[in-house]
């Protein structure tokens, strides 16, 4: 593992790491924030699932969440959206190939050999915290766009690892909208009954498991909104799971990250909040 930046930031340091992936096959970059360690040192860790396009620089250097996750005492991993190198399959379409990585395991060539995303985060990107820094203890996870997609269905497949979930305009039903169906045809074949384990909306109509609390951000300025997001479809499968989910609605806000950078404290709070109700349970 080779370290590519570390910088001094309010009461933390900001790293960027590049380590080669045995699972994807290729070199990967994640960027790691850690607060003070004298004062909190075993912080949760929020995972930030970022959208497309994006790498782990995004979050990193828009969001300005660092200056909240160092009062609270949170670690954060932004993990890069997809495997990169000129040996990695890729389209000339934005939406499809690298930095478009869904967060899925993909089962068709040629995505099949490296877009293995959801097993990199679950499992070897995991281990490698874990092992070098020693981050075993509580967890959160969020994201943006297709990042919030990533969040809902690694949170809602995964609900005894993850506190809460977060997204900011997340694609809800990607079985039914443009980006997801492009990206799930190529990644994961026609069939569409394979798609639906990979869909937060059909995770939700279905669920059993734990029911770990959801707070979504959605401006009503987004472009993306009403074709490719519809965060309303969520809401009705919540109502049809009984399953508590917090989606405000926020006027005049964007897709971008100056709406990210908005709300970004209030979502490292929320996670906050709900680990000490949760160890109040215990």
């Not at 089962?107 to 981050?135: G, N, Q």
């Not at 499968?237 to 006027?251: D, G, H, T, V």
Request: aromatic share 12%.
């Amino acid at each position: 593992m080779e370290l590519l930046e570390e910088h001094r930031i309010f009461d933390g340091v900001q790293y960027k790491y590049r380590h080669n992936s045995k699972l994807l096959d290729c070199p990967m970059t994640f960027s790691l924030f850690l607060p003070n360690k004298d004062k909190y040192p075993e912080p949760p860790l929020l995972w930030w699932l970022s959208g497309l396009t994006c790498n782990d620089d995004n979050f990193t250097h828009k969001a300005g969440a660092q200056r909240a996750a160092a009062r609270l005492g949170i670690a954060m991993i932004m993990p890069d959206t997809s495997p990169r190198g000129e040996d990695i399959a890729d389209s000339e379409d934005y939406d499809l190939g690298q930095g478009a990585g869904f967060y899925i395991n993909a089962t068709k060539e040629p995505w099949a050999s490296h877009y293995k995303m959801y097993d990199y985060i679950m499992h070897e990107l995991t281990f490698l915290v874990r092992d070098k820094f020693h981050l075993n203890g509580y967890e959160f996870i969020s994201g943006h766009s297709m990042g919030g997609h990533g969040a809902l269905v690694l949170g809602l497949r995964n609900p005894e690892r993850f506190q809460s979930i977060t997204a900011f305009a997340p694609i809800v039903n990607p079985s039914q909208v443009p980006w997801g169906i492009k990206a799930f045809e190529n990644y994961l074949g026609k069939n569409k009954e394979t798609w639906a384990e990979w869909d937060a909306l059909e995770l939700m109509k279905h669920y059993s498991g734990e029911k770990i609390p959801i707070l979504i951000d959605q401006g009503d300025a987004d472009p993306f909104y009403k074709r490719e997001l519809e965060p309303y479809r969520l809401v009705e499968a919540a109502k049809e799971s009984n399953y508590p989910l917090n989606i405000r609605i926020q006027n005049g806000h964007d897709h971008s990250y100056y709406t990210i950078s908005t709300f970004i404290e209030e979502h490292l709070e929320f996670h906050m909040n709900e680990l000490k109700n949760n160890k109040t349970k215990e």
